[in-house]
């Protein structure tokens, strides 16, 4: 498998697949967003889909890929400190936030920065159409967020801290995006860095759930939020493994933009199970949504 994914790069059926991955992972980001942000407390939640595929991601990581040589630690310690400052951002911006107000938010601003960030690290240029299109779907995503903010009553008074936050936690999506591009890159084997990488970054935050569970006066039963985990852990693995397998096989800028389309499943989420209405309006915006990365890809 790892030889297959390393003969695709560079190639045209390699970047068919990083698209096909790219829209397979913001498929499964909407859903894992729910998942974070639904009946449980995100802390919680978060706590246990961390220790969900940490525990999946160990045997991989012990017994079955290749041992990542001396000069992926430091990448994957770096990787480990960023995704933990996402994470308490993400955090904190569902606690203060209303899910379909501030995740258009963290999501649209996540691809404006990815896009600079991969020309700064891998010399990716994107075209002026390319851009257009970046402009288009930051605007159905903003615009969202807008409209959601507009008709939305809940958590009104500590809006103003959740979006800055939502901002900020953005700004780590790009961060992440880059850095782990860069990751799993330069790996021998991509696998031998996704192993590792779900392995660490399981470690802290099942503890720090613990320890908030543990506080709470009205603790949750642990049987419904650990089958929550077990779920999320398995939408992690597919959905963060396929982003990063597509920044390695193609333009890390195009999978980040792509990946942003997963505003418009979580509107269908957010809809589906969370109650909120879909009018022609937030269709519309949607709609600009994916024509902003149709423009990305087909400006490429």
Do not use: C
């Not at 639904?38 to 079955?64: C, E, K, N, T």
């Not at 507009?150 to 961060?175: C, D, I, K, Q, S």
């Not at 709470?216 to 597919?238: C, H, S």
């Not at 982003?243 to 418009?264: H, N, P, Q």
Request: glycine share 12%; hydrophobic share 55%; net charge positive.
């Amino acid at each position: 498998m790892s030889a297959w994914i390393v003969s695709l790069e560079g190639t045209e059926a390699g970047r068919s697949l990083a698209l096909a991955l790219a829209i397979l992972a913001a498929i499964l980001h909407a859903v894992f967003g729910a998942l974070q942000k639904g009946r449980h407390d995100p802390w919680l939640s978060r706590g246990a889909i961390d220790g969900a595929y940490g525990l999946m991601a160990m045997p991989f990581a012990l017994f079955v890929v290749p041992w990542p040589a001396p000069h992926l630690w430091p990448i994957l310690a770096g990787a480990f400190v960023i995704h933990t400052g996402y994470k308490i951002l993400q955090g904190y911006t569902y606690v203060y936030g209303a899910y379909t107000v501030v995740y258009p938010v963290v999501r649209g601003t996540g691809p404006f920065f990815a896009v600079i960030g991969a020309w700064i690290v891998f010399g990716e240029r994107f075209q002026p159409l390319q851009w257009l299109g970046v402009l288009v779907l930051m605007g159905g995503i903003f615009g969202l967020a807008a409209y959601n903010l507009a008709h939305t009553t809940v958590a009104r008074e500590t809006m103003p801290r959740a979006l800055m936050l939502a901002v900020a936690t953005g700004g780590f999506v790009a961060l992440y995006t880059t850095y782990d591009a860069y990751g799993i890159r330069a790996a021998a084997d991509p696998f031998t860095f996704l192993a590792w990488f779900f392995f660490i970054d399981g470690l802290l935050f099942p503890v720090v759930a613990a320890l908030r569970w543990r506080r709470m006066a009205d603790r949750p039963t642990l049987p419904p939020l650990l089958l929550r985990g077990f779920t999320g852990g398995i939408v992690a693995f597919l959905s963060f493994g396929s982003i990063m397998l597509a920044t390695r096989l193609d333009k890390v800028g195009e999978a980040a933009v792509l990946r942003e389309t997963s505003t418009v499943f979580a509107a269908g989420i957010a809809y589906l199970f969370f109650g909120e209405k879909v009018g022609p309006r937030r269709l519309a915006l949607m709609g600009l949504i994916a024509a902003g990365a149709v423009i990305v890809e087909a400006g490429g």
